[in-house]
């Protein structure tokens, strides 16, 4: 969508953006023989389609609605929550608190998130300062409580996709691509597919440390589109996100971390660590590398 002289990705645009898992696995396999074209011209030409429909394609889920408020690459983001010159852990529940209040009508799914943050804001509250990365892997940690209560994991549905190897500068991303369905707990036909990766990070002193990642969330029946894309779509925040972020992004204070997660030659951060595990991940892919820095 044009806006202001420059393309706009839409508002939660990794789930916007993403392309259906199947062609991906086919042209990550057929790359090669793809035939070479102008790129640019056609994401000119291409991109309206891609993205300006994108509201049309949101399935209004209430249990998704929430999450809303923290959305991949601005929940992060360095100025997201500069209230005062310091950062800390309750600056950023606050504001993601304030968010939620703000949201109308109030339903049950946001007074349960909004009961989840207050319970870890009050642990915070009782603790020392800690570096930024807690607070990010306890809004997983979060994410985790509040979609396991209204979902099931069909571990018998678990797909292998393919796999494919990303290279960042000097990082390496040895990825599985997999689906698994989740199923609605008062309404079992009432199904979603997460399609998510287990993959080795290797950089630097890190040497094949594994993790796993959602990558996406469709509803079981979402079709591809003319454009490769999904034609159904939730709205999910930093549950949909990607393991590295721009520095600027990330939102890491602490000097000691943004060194050691940062990709040498790149803007960017790993942050896959503190998205480990979430569920249903850390029922049907668990692993147990532990953080890229010790807390």
Same mark, same amino acid.
């Given at each position: 969508m044009?806006?202001f002289? @420059?393309? *706009?990705?839409?508002d939660?645009? $990794?789930? =916007?953006t *993403?392309?259906?898992?199947?062609l991906?696995? *086919?042209i !990550?396999?057929? *790359?090669?023989?793809? +035939?070479?074209?102008?790129?640019?011209?056609?994401c000119?030409d %291409?991109?309206? %389609?891609?993205?300006?429909?994108?509201?049309?394609r949101?399935?209004d889920?209430?249990i998704?609605k929430?999450?809303i408020?923290?959305l991949c690459?601005k929940?992060?983001?360095r100025d997201y929550k500069? =209230?005062l010159?310091?950062?800390?852990? !309750?600056?950023?529940?606050?504001?993601?608190?304030?968010k939620?209040l703000?949201?109308e009508?109030? #339903?049950?799914y946001?007074?349960?998130l909004?009961?989840?943050l207050?319970?870890?804001t009050?642990?915070?509250?009782k603790s020392?300062?800690? +570096?930024?990365?807690?607070f990010i892997?306890?809004?997983?940690?979060i994410?985790s409580?509040?979609i396991?209560s209204y979902?099931?994991?069909?571990?018998? @549905?678990?797909?292998?996709?393919g796999?494919?190897t990303?290279?960042i500068?000097s990082? #390496?991303f040895?990825?599985?691509l997999?689906e698994v369905e989740?199923y609605?707990k !008062?309404?079992?036909?009432?199904?979603y597919?997460v399609i998510?990766t287990i993959?080795?990070?290797s950089q630097?002193?890190?040497?094949?440390?594994?993790?796993n990642? $959602?990558?996406?969330? =469709?509803?079981y029946e979402a079709k591809?589109?003319?454009? &490769?894309?999904?034609?159904?779509?939730?709205y999910a925040?930093?549950? $949909?996100?990607?393991?590295v972020?721009y520095q600027?992004?990330?939102h890491?204070?602490h000097?000691r971390e943004?060194?050691?997660?940062h990709i +040498?030659?790149?803007?960017?951060?790993?942050? &896959?660590d503190?998205?480990n !595990?979430?569920w249903p991940?850390n029922?049907?892919?668990?692993n147990?590398t532990?953080?890229?820095t010790?807390?």
């Amino acid at each position: 969508m044009l806006l202001f002289g @420059s393309y *706009f990705k839409g508002d939660d645009y $990794i789930t =916007v953006t *993403f392309i259906n898992i199947h062609l991906q696995n *086919f042209i !990550n396999k057929h *790359f090669d023989r793809l +035939p070479v074209t102008d790129a640019a011209k056609v994401c000119t030409d %291409g991109l309206h %389609g891609l993205i300006a429909l994108s509201n049309e394609r949101i399935v209004d889920e209430e249990i998704f609605k929430p999450l809303i408020v923290c959305l991949c690459g601005k929940c992060f983001k360095r100025d997201y929550k500069l =209230v005062l010159q310091k950062i800390t852990e !309750n600056v950023f529940f606050d504001q993601v608190m304030k968010k939620l209040l703000d949201i109308e009508p109030k #339903t049950r799914y946001t007074d349960h998130l909004i009961k989840l943050l207050k319970t870890n804001t009050n642990l915070f509250k009782k603790s020392v300062m800690s +570096p930024v990365s807690v607070f990010i892997k306890t809004y997983y940690k979060i994410i985790s409580e509040y979609i396991s209560s209204y979902f099931n994991v069909d571990e018998q @549905s678990i797909v292998k996709i393919g796999n494919k190897t990303n290279y960042i500068s000097s990082a #390496t991303f040895n990825m599985d691509l997999y689906e698994v369905e989740i199923y609605k707990k !008062n309404d079992s036909n009432i199904r979603y597919k997460v399609i998510y990766t287990i993959y080795t990070y290797s950089q630097g002193n890190v040497t094949n440390a594994k993790y796993n990642a $959602i990558l996406n969330i =469709v509803p079981y029946e979402a079709k591809i589109t003319q454009n &490769g894309l999904y034609d159904k779509i939730v709205y999910a925040g930093v549950y $949909i996100c990607k393991v590295v972020e721009y520095q600027s992004q990330c939102h890491i204070k602490h000097i000691r971390e943004c060194k050691i997660r940062h990709i +040498p030659d790149t803007q960017y951060a790993f942050i &896959g660590d503190l998205m480990n !595990n979430v569920w249903p991940l850390n029922l049907v892919a668990k692993n147990n590398t532990p953080l890229i820095t010790s807390i």
